[in-house]
């Protein structure tokens, strides 16, 4: 109810802007506020309120709502919050920004590229169109050409309730099935979300599991987001759902020491693989990499990549099952002990 205005005093009138204005400057000057304080504070009815909350939440602003413990919802900003200043970029930071674009394709048919194509649209509104179509020229030529390319269309209301479940911290249930297994509900909060081999992953804790867990989005079937919200531990840090992993899947690590061919040898000397890694020069042009690292079958799938340029030295138990994969792949009798 708004409070009642004494005898010939008149009513403000707001534009909605101003109104606006005036509910975001009082959320950012408190801890939080009802509903009904602030449509004292404004002298209007707590519909038009609720109609401005949900003006504001749309227009970007982190706002979230919360239990008093006296039975009132709060709204406020998060903490920490504050405007943003516009945001300017030189031409080379465009083209960056326009090069990092096109590498990520596999984001097709998820909100992300919406949120992409929305912030494109922007920079191309306060471009002369001539330097638009340079960036864009440039953008094409480093695209890559995506093989076996995922498609989240069908994941996309799903992607938007994880997105504003990272964004303003609430726990969730999901479910999930992972493969050839029945599917199980999971109480979970989502910490973050990682790409990886052109797949989308989030991670988080699992309190089924009171573990940290890794979920591949295309194997979630479904996320229900509550209004709990969770803090992230402050010691946190990415590298505690892999682990040791050679990619994402958190193994026991094994000593792998493999040893690439001439042929190839300057691709491994190009690139880091591991954090762990050591290489080691020969005398006849080939390179010895090794490093410790869990996840067999992400390892295997990156060996094959270098057939026939390459030779599994240990441990055996590698050395066995990636010439066991390849007598399968020929359809060759596996040798007796």
Request: proline content about 6%.
């Amino acid at each position: 109810m708004s409070r009642q205005r004494g005898p010939g005093k008149p009513a403000k009138k707001y534009s909605q802007a101003a109104r606006l204005h005036n509910v975001i400057r009082l959320l950012e000057a408190r801890y939080g506020a009802s509903v009904g304080e602030l449509a004292e504070e404004c002298q209007v009815d707590r519909r038009t309120i609720y109609r401005d909350l949900q003006a504001i939440s749309e227009a970007g602003y982190p706002l979230i709502r919360e239990d008093s413990g006296d039975g009132r919802t709060l709204y406020r900003f998060l903490i920490g919050f504050k405007k943003v200043p516009p945001i300017t970029f030189s031409l080379s930071e465009l083209m960056t920004l326009y090069l990092c674009r096109g590498q990520l394709g596999f984001l097709r048919g998820t909100p992300f590229q919406e949120d992409l194509e929305a912030i494109f649209e922007r920079i191309r509104s306060s471009l002369p169109p001539r330097s638009v179509a340079h960036l864009e020229r440039i953008a094409e030529a480093g695209s890559p050409r995506f093989q076996g390319i995922r498609d989240y269309t069908e994941k996309k209301e799903m992607l938007e309730k994880l997105r504003h479940a990272l964004l303003y911290q609430y726990r969730c249930t999901i479910r999930y099935a992972p493969a050839k297994r029945m599917p199980e509900d999971y109480v979970f909060d989502p910490y973050v979300l990682l790409f990886f081999q052109n797949s989308l992953y989030l991670g988080g804790y699992a309190h089924n599991r009171r573990a940290l867990r890794l979920f591949l989005i295309d194997r979630m079937q479904n996320v229900e987001v509550h209004t709990e919200r969770f803090e992230i531990p402050e010691d946190f840090r990415t590298e505690d759902l892999t682990g040791s992993a050679f990619g994402l899947v958190d193994e026991e690590p094994m000593s792998v020491r493999v040893r690439f061919l001439p042929e190839v040898a300057h691709l491994i000397r190009e690139r880091i693989w591991h954090p762990s890694q050591h290489l080691e020069a020969q005398d006849d042009g080939s390179v010895l990499l090794s490093f410790e690292a869990g996840g067999e079958k992400e390892i295997l799938a990156w060996l094959y990549s270098f057939l026939p340029h390459l030779e599994v030295i240990a441990p055996e138990k590698l050395r066995s099952a990636f010439y066991g994969g390849l007598r399968k792949a020929l359809n060759e009798p596996q040798r007796q002990a």
